[in-house]
């Protein structure tokens, strides 16, 4: 029989030295490509920074349109950041940009029509927002429907109350001192809304690389099994995902009324698909393979600066559309060709 | 009877990572018989079935198939114009569909007309299975018949799918081959007659089968021969009328009954008793009643479909279906309500037998891998410590001498043998007083083996260990008891001298055991 009882067998009698060099190698070629890969998309923003400011001096390259690109799409940063935590323990939610438009008209419904203080407003806002997420989480925990499917159709309601409590017309005149919190007041010449975004993106960062929360959420969403036979508790940190996703987008509502002023029945649903091709297109960056904060920072400015260049070189609204689509597609096949590649390495 | 043999298989190697799953294996199938294949887990059989389905490419070796040579490795999908037909232990059904639809699933997938009468189906799935002399209601869902009419529809559309292969083909109709893959394994043994009386059936319309089971007594009963594996290489061929139990045991084990040579085991340390199991149902086992004493490693031992690893994962918290109650140091715990996180707050490990679906994240660094049972310890002041855990992982990587030990690189890429140590090392740097182990060297390298073996026996002064195994020479080395279960029940435990590797064998095997 094959079993020797050798006790303390020598190492290096287990031939698998001779395999240990030649992994080491390419476990150290790999870490190379795999910088290079992490800050390729930085590199490829800051490319057409470059590109633009030399091509577009007089209007690409100047302070007000930086200042102007940070501000306006620091809305689609909440939003993205809010779409990964779900993401990352694999759950899709259809149902954040939604939630961000119900949040912008619940603020401007109360604080206008209803003459409530601004601050009550912007609470009843996150308490609808914790609602939808509780129900969301509920039902793909507790009734185990699939993700995707419970939000589409949350998402769909979500519209149609929209259209029901604006009557299907903007609501104008929010508290102007929103409208300073989020846009008027500067910090470096940049509006306060994309500091917002900043400090946003720091806290996800930190919960997503310095906790053990972090790391749970990351588990339970490769593989549930594993999580749970670790002793995490999978539902709970699935459910909880969904609600602090529909937490950030109530967040994002409330900066988009702080942006225009007013809030109305299609506010914030164009935020979908761009959330998800930078979602996706963030996964490919700073830490591939995963859904990570900073990657997103830099998609979503890699994409808007990519739409802006575009634009001012004459190209019309339409462009964004095919821009955020592509993009998203590019950006799914990239990140399945990382996931390929490493699970080929693994056999 | 022709004298060409259906199947021919001559000099047949296939090597994964440097180790012989098959070594120069002969297998010769004659036309209209029932050819059993037999050998313990490990010993190849499934290799030599993967590559006869295109799966796996053989390193060498050459295939006939009616007197013609055909070149190897076989292309996907190859087998069937070779008129193989394969029935895996899970059928491959779709139980959600209709007894008709499933029949003919093959059929349609490849039906180029644009019009499928469902009305002319459905008769002639009733002549089918009459023509089989079996009784399935061709309008049932699939998971509304009993298990052995879902196998028997199983088998019955792989014998058709062949024959309309072969006729809309236009080829002359030569015997093919069907290859039965531990098909009884879910069944009661009382129902298995029905599957033999359609293997019969079968035989004499032509065709030839090939059987592969664990179970000796079906596999004596329905075979006219018999081919044995063992350590990947073919260790006889026996005319099954002429052969005795006794000799096909010997076979398949590799050794003299009576002359076992394994390194003395240890006697039991300690009559304290740690936990104690009652009266544990699962959807596979009844009633299993049984003690762990401290210090002790005892082992569970049963064939495919027993049950022997349902205490295990119940223990563990991870079977929904258990129930029953254990006494864990003077406290009654109900397996119902039990569950993970109060198992590994009780002090139990769990090393599962499936690393990549179960043990691990392959796409995930070893670091992060080992860490998940001890993130807490490594939080403070807010912060993560990420420099902390690498340390921790490279400690255990060394303790347990994981190769290579670099802890960035990712799970999936080590070798069996390492993952199997590292899946080790990230319970055994808790506390636990509990080890729970399935399969703990399944795809794994003898040297490695070894080192878990010793990891295991070193413990036994904090720690009582479970090893469900179906690996008997493991328990054989390893175990101070084993209990064996014998188609969802506890059949007995052997001790002292009788835990050897042909004792543990034959118990499973069904021969009469004298319980205690």
């Known amino acids: 029989m094959t079993t020797p009882s050798l006790p303390g067998s020598p190492p ?9 060099e030649s992994t080491k190698a390419s476990a150290l070629k790999g870490r190379f490509a795999g910088k290079l890969e992490a800050y390729a998309l930085l590199i490829a923003w800051l490319g057409v920074i470059v590109v633009f400011s030399f091509v577009k001096p007089e209007t690409f390259a100047q302070w007000s349109n930086v200042s102007s690109i940070l501000a306006s799409n620091a809305i689609l940063v909440v939003i993205t950041l809010a779409l990964i935590i779900p993401l990352t323990t694999g759950d899709f939610d259809l149902s954040v940009a939604s939630v961000a438009g119900l949040s912008a008209v619940t603020v401007a419904q109360l604080n206008v029509n209803l003459g409530w203080p601004l601050w009550l407003a912007i609470l009843a806002a996150f308490a609808v927002a914790l609602l939808v997420g509780a129900i969301n989480g509920g039902l793909i925990v507790l009734l185990g429907i699939e993700s995707l499917i419970v939000t589409l159709g949350m998402s769909t309601i979500i519209t149609g109350v929209m259209l029901w409590v604006t009557d299907a017309r903007t609501v104008t005149g929010v508290d102007p001192a929103l409208v300073d919190m989020v846009i008027r007041n500067r910090f470096l010449g940049i509006p306060f809304i994309f500091y917002y975004a900043l400090i946003l993106t720091f806290i996800i960062w930190y919960i997503f690389q310095f906790t053990p929360l972090g790391q749970r959420l990351l588990v339970a969403g490769r593989n549930r099994d594993v999580a749970r036979l670790a002793g995490i508790r999978v539902g709970l940190l699935r459910w909880g995902a969904m609600v602090a996703a529909s937490l950030i987008a109530a967040l994002a509502g409330i900066l988009i009324v702080g942006l225009s002023g007013s809030a109305g029945p299609s506010t914030g649903l164009d935020y979908l698909l761009p959330a998800f091709a930078a979602a996706f297109l963030g996964s490919t960056a700073i830490r591939p393979g995963r859904f990570n904060a900073w990657g997103t920072f830099v998609a979503v400015y890699f994409l808007v600066t990519g739409i802006t260049a575009l634009q001012l070189l004459g190209a019309k609204t339409f462009v964004q559309y095919l821009f955020y689509g592509t993009a998203l597609i590019l950006a799914v096949a990239l990140s399945q060709h990382i996931k390929r590649r490493r699970l080929k390495q693994g056999f | 009877m022709n004298n060409t043999p259906l199947l021919k298989i001559t000099n047949l190697t296939k090597v994964f990572g440097g180790q012989k799953a098959l070594d120069r294996v002969n297998l010769t199938v004659n036309v209209g018989e029932v050819h059993g294949l037999l050998g313990e887990n490990g010993s190849g ?41 394969f029935v895996h232990q899970d059928l491959g059904l779709l139980p959600s569909l209709t007894v008709t639809e499933n029949l003919f699933m093959g059929r349609i997938a490849e039906s180029r007309t644009p019009y499928f009468s469902w009305l002319n189906a459905r008769r002639q799935a009733t002549k089918i299975f009459a023509d089989y002399d079996v009784n399935i209601d061709p309008s049932a869902y699939v998971d509304e018949v009993r298990p052995v009419q879902r196998a028997a529809l199983a088998i019955i559309r792989a014998i058709e799918g062949i024959k309309y292969l072969r006729a809309s083909a236009g080829a002359e109709v030569e015997p093919s081959l069907l290859v039965l893959d531990e098909p009884t394994v879910y069944l009661p043994s009382q129902e298995v007659d029905v599957l033999f009386g359609l293997v019969r059936n079968i035989v004499e319309q032509g065709s ?49 009954l009576d002359q076992d040579e394994f390194e003395p085991i240890p006697v039991s340390r300690s009559e304290d008793t740690v936990l ?112 902390k855990l690498r340390k921790n992982a490279r400690d255990l990587l060394k303790e347990f001498d994981v190769r290579p030990q670099l802890v960035g690189m990712d799970y999936g890429l080590f070798s069996g043998g390492n993952q199997q140590k590292a899946m080790m ?92």
């Open chain 2, 425 to 516: 090392a990230k319970w055994l740097q808790l506390p636990q007083a509990i080890l729970l182990l399935h399969e703990p060297t399944q795809g794994v390298d003898i040297g490695a083996r070894e080192q878990i073996y010793q990891v295991i026996r070193g413990r036994t002064s904090t720690m009582s260990t479970i090893i469900a195994s179906s690996d008997f020479e493991e328990l054989a080395t390893l175990c101070d008891r084993v209990g064996i279960f014998v188609k969802g029940r506890l059949a007995g435990f052997l001790t002292g001298d009788d835990v050897n590797h042909s004792k543990i064998a034959e118990m499973c095997m069904g021969e009469s055991a004298d319980a205690r």
């Open chain 2, 45 to 85: 059989k499934s290799t030599l079935i993967k590559i006869l389905s295109g799966f796996y490419e053989p390193d060498e070796g050459q295939l006939e198939v009616n007197g013609k040579s055909v070149a190897l490795p076989l292309l996907p999908g190859q087998y069937r114009s070779l008129g193989f037909e």
């Open chain 1, 12 to 20: 290096g009698t287990f031939g698998e030295d001779t395999k240990l």
């Open chain 2, 276 to 387: 104690s199991v009652n009266g544990l149902t699962t959807s596979l086992v009844q009633d299993v009643s049984f003690d762990l004493r401290k210090g002790e490693i005892l082992g569970l031992a049963g064939l495919a479909g027993s049950g022997f690893e349902d205490p295990v994962y119940s223990l563990f918290g991870s079977d929904r279906t258990a129930s029953g109650e254990f006494m864990l140091s003077d406290l009654p715990v109900k397996f119902s309500g039990h569950n993970e996180r109060s198992a590994i707050g009780m002090g139990m490990a769990l090393v599962p037998a499936d690393r990549k679906i179960f043990g691990s994240i392959f796409d995930l660094p070893m670091a992060d891998n080992v860490n998940l049972t001890v993130l807490d310890n490594f939080f403070f002041k807010g912060i993560l410590r990420h420099n």
């Open chain 2, 208 to 256: 030839s089968v090939l059987f592969v089971s664990h179970n000796l007594d079906e596999v004596r009963q329905i075979t006219n021969s018999i081919s044995v594996l063992r350590d990947g290489r073919s260790v006889g061929t026996l005319n099954t009328e002429t052969s005795t139990k006794r000799e096909l045991v010997r076979l398949i084990v590799g050794r003299d």
